[in-house]
């Protein structure tokens, strides 16, 4: 049996826009003549977007209001996407289709605003089925608040389904609402945990695995002794 549903983060998980959001940061620096390295966004990865403006303008020294830093960043990405198109991760659009097309429902699970995780899903073929944002929910990831919610939205349980993540945090909140929590680390490292599966990319997984992902097998395609490191 396949799961009923897929619960995906947006943001280095289906689609690669962390590239955007690092462009995005280092340009509105040089726009007010300060200085922000990119590893510097290292830091933000998985964090709600409130948190990351606070800090960036402790960082850089930016007089701007947290909603303003977002709104340019949120104005950047969203141009790049329309302009460049999404970058989809490896695997990730091809399993999602797959998935769909046995009947599978999608959600896209994110700590990204609504206007710029609707613009994303517009693009997924066929759409999603559910879209929770960050600015939809009262207590953003690692609180199990979004993936509960898309659960409930899907009319499904949270153990009959499969949700992906490339972030501790996006990942705390898959383990806390009970889903079956499939880790793809990217810029930042991920610990193991005994109820998580962890690969190196989406090209890793396919019908059959997502058959045992929801019978509630761990998948992992890391040496026992080593952490899941990002890139």
């Not at 207590?139 to 979004?146: A, G, I, S, T, V």
Request: charged residues 20%; negative net charge.
């Amino acid at each position: 049996m396949l799961p009923e549903a897929l619960l995906w983060d947006m943001d280095g998980t289906l689609i690669d826009s962390e590239v955007y959001w690092v462009a995005a940061q280092v340009e509105l620096a040089q726009s007010h003549g300060a200085q922000f390295d990119a590893r510097q966004s290292l830091e933000f990865v998985g964090k709600p977007l409130t948190h990351s403006a606070r800090i960036y303008c402790g960082l850089t020294g930016i007089e701007m209001s947290e909603e303003d830093v977002i709104a340019s960043w949120c104005t950047y990405v969203e141009t790049a996407i329309v302009e460049r198109g999404v970058p989809w991760r490896p695997g990730a659009l091809e399993l999602l289709t797959a998935a769909r097309a046995q009947g599978v429902r999608q959600a896209l699970v994110t700590s990204s605003f609504t206007h710029l995780a609707q613009l994303t899903a517009t693009q997924v073929p066929g759409g999603m089925d559910v879209v929770v944002a960050g600015d939809q929910v009262a207590r953003l990831k690692p609180d199990p608040e979004c993936y509960l919610s898309a659960c409930e939205q899907l009319g499904v349980s949270p153990g009959q389904t499969v949700g992906f993540e490339d972030s501790g945090s996006g990942v705390g909140a898959l383990l806390a609402a009970g889903v079956n929590a499939v880790s793809i680390p990217y810029m930042v490292p991920i610990e193991p945990h005994p109820r998580l599966s962890r690969v190196r990319s989406l090209t890793e997984l396919d019908l059959d695995a997502l058959r045992r992902l929801v019978r509630g097998e761990v998948i992992d395609h890391f040496p026992a002794d080593q952490s899941a490191g990002g890139h």
